[in-house]
C-alpha cells in the first residue's frame, strides 16, 4: 500500500511539471509573435531620441501621443483612412452584392450554358494581378477613373471566389425550401432576400471578412493607380510616411498602429467567420 | 493482476454531475458491464477509466497502482471505442502493430504477436487492406484485434456493437464472450442495451444520471432489483409497475390496484409495515401474469384488454385498468379479444414492492 | 405558357450574372488577353515614337535575358524561403494551441493577430526594427556589415523573415482548422494505445492534415509569387537586384522604364511560372495526400 503512495506522488509531480512546461512553450512563443506589435506600439509613444537609444527602451515612462496627432494630420492619416474606409467598403458591398447575385443564379436557376458559366467565374481565380495591372491602367484611364475612388474600387467590384462560396452555401439549403416558398407566393427576389441570404449568413458574412480585409490592405493597385496625395489609401499612406519621416521614427509606427487598428476591431468581431470562410475553401482543396 | 477500482469517482463539467460519488471494484478476470441509457454517465466513467477524463474527486485503481496522475498512454490498457478508431491511412496491419511501436519491441516479435492477433480474430486475409476498404464487422475485429494484440490489464469496451446490424450483433456478442473467456481478461463493457449486459457480464453495474443504482450478477439484477428505476429497465418487455393504497387484508396487508386487490405476502408485508407505508408501487414481470379463464376463480385484477401484440413466439396482452395504467400479461390458455374485460391472474410469491417516493425496493 | 417562363428564367439568370460578368470582361479576360498582345510591341526608348510590332521577338529577348533569369531565380527562392517554413510554424503553432489548457483561446488569438497586418504594416514595423540606426539588431548582436537591409546576402532572407510573420495568423487558423478535421476519438485511440505526443503527431495527426498542408503549399506558392509590397517598401528590389522579385521588376519597368511591352512579357512570364508551380505541385504532391474518411 505503501507502495501506491509514492508511485502518485511522482506522477503528480510529473505531471505538473508537463503543465508547466505546456504553458512556459506557449508564453514564449506569443510573445515572439507579439513582439514586433507591442514594440510597434510602444515606441510609438516615445520620442524620436528614445528610440534609437541603445539598449531599446520597452516600456514607455513618459508616452507622448504627438505621433499620432503628428501621423493623423501632419502626414494626413486621418484623410488616408478615410480613403481606405470609403474604397474597402465600396469594394465588400461590391463583392458580397455581385456574389450574391450570381451565387443564386448559379444555385436556383436553369438557363444554357450554366456550367461554361461557372467555369468562367472560377477561371478568374487563375488569373493573377499582375496581368491584368497593365491593360487595366490603361482602361481606368480611358475611362477617367485615373486617380479616383472609382479607379481604385471598380476593377475589384465581383470575384469568382465570392460566387463560388455563396452558390456552396445556398445549395446547402434544403431543396423543399424553395419549393415551399414557392407555393407560399415567393418570386425569386423575395425568397433571396427574406430567405435565402439570412439562411446562408455565415458564409456571406466570411465572405465579407475576407473582401474587406483584401481591399484593406491592397498595396499594388493603389500605389498605381493614385497620384494624388488626398486619394491615398492608409498603406501607401504608409509608404510616403516611412519614405519621409526618416527622423521621426515613432511617426512612423504611429501610421503603422493607426493602419492595423480597424482590422483589428474587425476582427475582434469576426474571428469565427474569417476561420469558416477558411474552412470552407481548405477542405475542398 | 487485472483488478480496475473506482472509489468515490465523481466528475462535473461546469454545473453538471455526469458521475456521482461512484464506487466500483472490478474483479481480476470479470466481465463487468456498466449498464444504463445515455446520459447516465457510464462512458464518462469508461473515459475516466481509461485516463481519458480527470476524474473530479476520487481514486481510480488499475492494477494495484492509483493511476489518477497517470497518463492514459501509460496505463496499460486497451480500448476499443464505439466509432472503432482505426487509423484510416494505416493498413490492417499497421493498426494492429500501432501499439506495439510505442514500446521496445523487437520488429520480429511484434510481427508475431500481430499475426496471432489477427488469427485469433480472423482476420489473416486482410492484414494489407485499409480500414476504408473494410466491412463494418470486419473493422470491429480489427479494433478489438488491436486491443488485444498488447495483453493489456484491462480491456475497456465503449458500446462497441452499436454500429452493427442487429444479426451481427448477436453472433459478435457470443464471439466476445468466448474472447473474454479465452484470454481470461478483465473487461469493463459499456451499453446501453440491456440484452447485452445480461448476456455478457458476470455482474452489471447500472447507472442513472451519474448515480450507482445497483451492481449485481444478472440474475441478481433480473430477480431482485434494488428500485423502481432497475426494475423496469431490466427485462422485455418491461416490469409493470401500478401504484395502489395499503390496506388490512385479513390477517395481513395487501396492495389496493385499480381492479382488484393484491395481497402481500407475509415477509412483505411486515417489510411495508415497518416502513410506514399507506401506498405502494406493486411491480410484477409479465411473465408472471397471465389472463385467466373468466370462470375460474382468481387472485387478481380486472383490466380491460387493450392491445394484442403477436411476436411468433409469444403473445403480449396490453391491458387497461381501471384509472388509466396499462399492464402488459404473457398470453396464458384464454384466447383474449380487444375490448372485454379479463381478469389478470398473477403469482402473488413474485410480487415486487417498491416505497412509491424513493424508489426504493421494498422487503428481501 | 411554359416556354414563356423558362424564358424569364433565363433572362433573369443573365440579369444576375451580368454584374460579375462585366467586371470580369473589362478587368480580367480583356486584360489578360490584350497583355499577350502588348508584349508583341517593341516600346521605342524615347516617348513620342511609335510602338514597333516585332511579333514573338521581344518575348525572346526579355525571357532569354539575364535579368529576367536572375529575377526568376530570386522569386523561386523566396518562395522556398517563406513557403515551408511558413507553414511549418503556423502547424507548430497550431498544433501547441489545440490543447485543453485553461485561458488557450488568449493564446490563440494573439497567434491568429497578424492576420491583421498589411504587407504595408508588416514592411514599415520590420524595417525601422532592423534599421541600424533605431532597430533592435545592435542588441541583439545580430549586426552585419553592411546594415542587413543593404546586406547582398542577407536581405532577401530579412524579406522573408517580415513575409512569414505577415503572414502567420492566416496560415495558424487554417491549420488549425486542419487540426480541427482530425477526429478526436483517433487521437484518444492512438493515446490509449500507447503513442506519446510525438508519435501521434507523426503518425496520425500529420497524416490526416496533409490535405490541408496540401493546400497551403500549393495557394502558399502562388501568394509567394505575388509579394511585391514588402520589397517595395523595404529593400526596393536591391541591394544589387538581390531582392529583385518578378512582381518588382514588373513595376520598375512600368513605372521607371515607361516600358509597357516589356512588363507585359513579364506579367505572362509570372503568369506562366506560377501556373507551372501549382500544377507540377499538384501532380507531384497529391498523390501523397490522403482524403480518407
Not at chain 3, 514588373?250 to 505572362?268: M, W
Request: glycine content about 8%.
Amino acid at each position: 500500500m505503501s507502495g501506491d503512495r509514492v508511485s502518485t506522488r511522482a506522477d503528480r509531480r510529473r505531471r505538473v511539471l508537463k503543465t508547466v512546461g505546456r504553458y512556459a512553450l506557449l508564453t514564449f512563443l506569443a510573445v515572439v509573435v507579439l513582439f514586433p506589435i507591442y514594440i510597434t506600439v510602444v515606441s510609438s509613444l516615445l520620442t524620436p531620441a528614445q528610440i534609437s537609444r541603445q539598449p531599446p527602451t520597452f516600456f514607455p515612462t513618459h508616452p507622448k501621443f504627438s505621433s499620432y496627432s503628428d501621423a493623423w494630420s501632419g502626414a494626413h492619416f486621418g484623410t488616408y483612412l478615410k480613403n481606405s474606409f470609403v474604397v474597402t467598403i465600396v469594394i465588400t458591398v461590391g463583392q458580397v452584392v455581385t456574389a450574391i447575385l450570381a451565387g443564386y443564379a448559379f444555385a436556383f436557376l436553369e438557363f444554357p450554358f450554366k456550367r461554361t458559366l461557372f467555369v468562367v467565374f472560377l477561371a478568374t481565380l487563375m488569373v493573377p494581378f499582375e496581368v491584368t495591372i497593365v491593360t487595366n491602367l490603361t482602361t481606368v484611364s480611358d475611362l477617367g477613373m485615373y486617380d479616383s475612388y472609382a479607379g481604385l474600387a471598380v476593377p475589384f467590384l465581383a470575384t469568382g471566389f465570392g460566387a463560388f462560396l455563396v452558390r456552396q452555401a445556398f445549395l446547402t439549403l434544403p431543396r423543399d425550401l424553395r419549393d415551399a416558398a414557392a407555393l407560399d407566393g415567393y418570386g425569386h427576389w423575395r425568397f433571396m432576400t427574406r430567405v435565402a441570404v439570412p439562411l446562408a449568413r455565415p458564409a456571406v458574412a466570411a465572405l465579407a471578412v475576407f473582401a474587406f480585409l483584401g481591399a484593406w490592405n491592397q498595396y499594388l493597385w493603389p500605389l498605381l493607380v493614385t497620384k494624388d496625395d488626398r486619394l491615398r489609401t492608409v498603406q501607401i499612406g504608409l509608404r510616403q510616411l516611412s519614405g519621409l519621416a526618416l527622423g521621426s521614427p515613432n511617426v512612423v509606427y504611429a501610421g503603422a498602429v493607426i493602419a492595423v487598428v480597424p482590422l483589428v476591431i474587425l476582427l475582434l468581431f469576426f474571428q469565427k467567420h474569417l476561420v469558416r470562410g477558411l474552412t470552407s475553401g481548405a477542405v475542398k482543396g | 493482476m487485472g483488478r480496475v477500482a473506482l472509489e468515490h469517482v465523481s466528475k462535473r463539467f461546469d454545473d453538471v454531475t455526469a458521475v456521482d460519488d461512484l464506487t466500483l471494484d472490478i474483479a481480476d478476470e470479470e466481465f463487468l458491464v456498466l449498464l444504463g441509457p445515455s446520459g447516465c454517465g457510464k462512458s464518462t466513467a469508461l473515459r475516466m477509466i481509461a485516463g481519458l477524463e480527470e476524474p473530479s474527486e476520487g481514486t481510480i485503481t488499475i492494477g494495484d497502482r492509483v493511476v489518477n496522475d497517470v497518463e492514459a498512454k501509460d496505463r496499460d490498457i486497451a480500448m476499443v471505442f464505439q466509432s472503432y478508431a482505426l487509423y484510416p491511412h494505416m493498413t490492417v496491419r499497421r493498426n494492429i502493430e500501432f501499439p506495439l511501436r510505442s514500446r521496445r519491441i523487437a520488429a520480429e516479435e511484434r510481427k508475431h504477436l500481430v499475426d496471432d492477433a489477427a488469427a485469433s480474430l480472423g482476420l489473416e486475409d486482410l492484414l494489407d487492406r485499409k480500414p476504408g476498404q473494410l466491412s463494418g464487422g470486419q473493422r470491429q475485429r480489427v479494433a478489438l484485434a488491436r486491443a488485444i494484440v498488447r495483453r493489456p490489464q484491462a480491456f475497456l469496451m465503449d458500446e462497441p456493437l452499436s454500429n452493427l446490424d442487429a444479426k451481427l450483433r448477436v453472433q459478435t456478442r457470443a464471439e466476445l464472450v468466448e474472447l473474454q473467456r479465452r484470454l481470461a481478461a478483465t473487461v469493463v463493457y459499456v451499453t446501453h442495451d440491456q440484452v447485452e449486459a445480461m448476456t455478457m457480464g458476470h455482474r452489471i453495474a447500472i447507472l442513472e444520471r451519474g448515480v450507482l443504482q445497483q451492481v449485481g450478477a444478472p440474475q441478481e439484477v433480473y430477480a431482485r432489483p434494488a428500485n423502481l428505476f432497475v426494475a423496469r429497465f431490466i427485462g422485455s418487455p418491461p416490469m409493470n409497475t401500478v401504484t395502489g393504497r395499503v390496506v388490512a387484508d385479513g390477517e395481513g396487508l395487501a396492495a389496493e390496484l385499480p381492479g382488484g386487490r393484491v395481497p402481500l405476502a407475509a415477509p412483505l408485508a411486515a417489510a411495508v409495515a415497518a416502513a410506514n407505508l399507506d401506498a405502494v408501487v406493486v411491480g410484477m414481470r409479465p411473465e408472471d401474469l397471465r389472463l385467466a379463464d373468466p370462470a375460474a376463480p382468481t387472485h387478481g385484477v380486472d383490466a380491460t384488454v387493450s392491445v394484442i401484440e403477436s411476436l411468433g413466439h409469444e403473445r403480449h396482452v396490453v391491458c387497461r385498468l381501471d384509472d388509466g395504467q396499462l399492464v402488459i400479461v404473457r398470453q396464458g390458455a384464454h384466447e383474449p379479444v380487444p375490448g372485454e374485460m379479463a381478469g389478470v391472474r398473477l403469482v402473488v410469491d413474485a410480487v415486487h414492492v417498491f416505497d412509491p417516493t424513493s424508489g426504493a425496493r421494498v422487503g428481501g | 405558357m411554359k416556354q414563356a417562363r423558362r424564358r424569364r428564367e433565363h433572362a433573369l439568370a443573365y440579369g444576375l450574372l451580368a454584374p460579375a460578368l462585366v467586371v470580369f470582361a473589362l478587368f480580367v479576360f480583356f486584360p489578360l488577353f490584350k497583355n499577350v498582345y502588348l508584349g508583341f510591341f517593341k516600346n521605342p526608348p524615347f516617348p513620342g515614337l511609335p510602338k514597333k510590332y516585332v511579333g514573338f521577338d521581344q518575348y525572346r529577348d526579355v525571357l532569354t535575358s539575364r535579368d529576367f533569369l536572375e529575377s526568376l531565380k530570386t522569386t523561386a527562392l523566396f518562395a522556398l524561403l517563406t513557403v515551408p517554413v511558413g507553414i511549418a510554424l503556423g502547424l507548430g503553432l497550431a498544433v501547441v494551441a489545440h490543447q485543453q489548457l485553461k485561458g488557450i483561446g488568449i493564446y490563440r488569438t494573439i497567434f491568429s493577430s497578424t492576420v491583421a497586418t498589411s504587407v504595408a504594416v508588416a514592411a514599415v514595423i520590420f524595417g525601422t526594427l532592423l534599421s541600424p540606426q533605431v532597430g533592435l539588431l545592435p542588441w541583439l548582436g545580430l549586426t552585419t556589415e553592411p546594415p542587413i537591409l543593404q546586406n547582398t546576402s542577407w536581405a532577401l532572407v530579412a524579406v522573408a523573415v517580415t513575409t512569414v510573420w505577415q503572414t502567420l495568423g492566416l496560415t495558424f487558423i487554417l491549420m488549425s482548422a486542419g487540426l480541427q478535421s482530425v477526429p478526436d476519438d483517433l487521437l484518444e485511440a492512438a493515446r490509449v494505445d500507447g503513442a506519446g505526443a510525438w508519435s501521434r503527431f507523426w503518425h496520425v495527426t500529420l497524416p490526416l492534415m496533409s490535405p490541408t498542408i496540401f493546400f497551403a503549399v500549393v495557394v502558399g506558392t502562388i501568394f509567394a509569387f505575388q509579394t511585391f509590397g514588402q520589397i517595395d517598401l523595404l529593400t526596393q528590389g536591391g541591394p544589387l537586384k538581390k531582392t529583385n522579385v518578378l512582381t518588382y521588376f514588373i513595376y520598375t519597368t512600368l513605372r521607371n522604364q515607361s516600358d509597357p511591352g516589356k512588363a507585359a512579357v513579364l506579367a505572362v512570364a509570372l503568369f506562366f511560372f506560377t501556373m507551372l508551380l501549382a500544377l507540377a505541385q499538384i501532380r507531384l504532391l497529391e498523390r501523397r495526400v490522403s482524403y480518407e474518411r
